[in-house]
Structures are given as structure tokens and as C-alpha cells.
């Protein structure tokens, strides 16, 4: 994929970088660095397209369940997840942890070497971004203009 092709979202992470955009995502979402629960359910909301019913299902909990942890989120965070600013700062900060974290924590994931990575993980042959191997290893989408 040319970086030409890049969605916006990608074309941010590859000019910024992603250890610039780690620092930013922790320090946004330290105030849910403790909270496993809240982090599962943010991310499950946005696994499923901002649908609370079909997250709370993959979580295995009561949809209100899910809403109050969200709301527990928003309080935390000081934003509102209907507000399509709020959304545009959360997603990219969880992508970005999740692109070198644990999922569900902010602390550094164990070194393993690509083959030990189940499809889907960062690092794997689709990873997050599911822009599947180029050839060119482990790098990810760090490529600029030139």
C-alpha cells in the first residue's frame, strides 16, 4: 500500500510516529491506567461499532453494565463518547497502546517474535491496522512521503 493510500488515521501515525503517539495515548487515558474493566469495555464498545448491546454480549455483562463503566469513562476522561470529538481522541489512543501494549492494560507487552503472535495481534500478518505483510518485517506503518 503506497502511503498515498493511507486513511487519514494511518497517514497520522506514520508522519507522527508511533512512540510520540504512545507518550500522548498514556497520558490521555492515565486516568484509566488501574482500571482494566472501563479500559475492556472501551474497547469492546469501539470493537463493535459504538454498539453497547453487541459489546456488553462480547463481554459476557448486562448492557447497563457496559453503559455505566462508559459513563465511568467519560467522568474519568472529562468527555462525552457522543461527541465526535471525544471519539476522534480515544480510538486513535487506544490504537496506538494497542499497537504496543497488552491488551486491557498501558503497561509494555513481553517481547515474542512475530511467529508467536496470534493473527490479528500487532505485529502479526494483519495486526490492527489489518494492512496485512508487505515484506518489509516488523516495521509497521512508519513510512512518510519520501
Known amino acids: 500500500m503506497a502511503y498515498e493510500d493511507f486513511d487519514f488515521a494511518t497517514r497520522l501515525f ?9 507518550v500522548w495515548a498514556e497520558d490521555f487515558l492515565k486516568p484509566l491506567a488501574d482500571r482494566e474493566k472501563l479500559l475492556a469495555g472501551l474497547r469492546a464498545y469501539f ?29 474519568l476522561l472529562t468527555i462525552n463518547l457522543k ?3 471525544a471519539v476522534s481522541s480515544v480510538f486513535p489512543a ?9 491488551p486491557g ?12 503472535l496470534p493473527v490479528g495481534e500487532a505485529g502479526s500478518s494483519l495486526g490492527v491496522t489489518g494492512f496485512g505483510d508487505d515484506g518489509r518485517g516488523d516495521i509497521g506503518v512508519v513510512f512518510g512521503p519520501e
Open 14 to 22: 506514520a508522519n507522527v510516529g508511533l512512540e510520540r503517539m504512545v
Open 47 to 75: 470493537e463493535n461499532d459504538q454498539n453497547t448491546n453487541v459489546a456488553a454480549v462480547a463481554l459476557n455483562i448486562h448492557h447497563n453494565s457496559l453503559r455505566h463503566r462508559l459513563t465511568k469513562v467519560e467522568e
Open 83 to 85: 461527541q465526535p470529538a
Open 94 to 102: 487506544l490504537t496506538a497502546l494497542d499497537l504496543t501494549r497488552q
Open 105 to 116: 492494560t498501558l503497561r509494555p507487552r513481553p517481547s515474542r517474535s512475530r511467529d508467536e
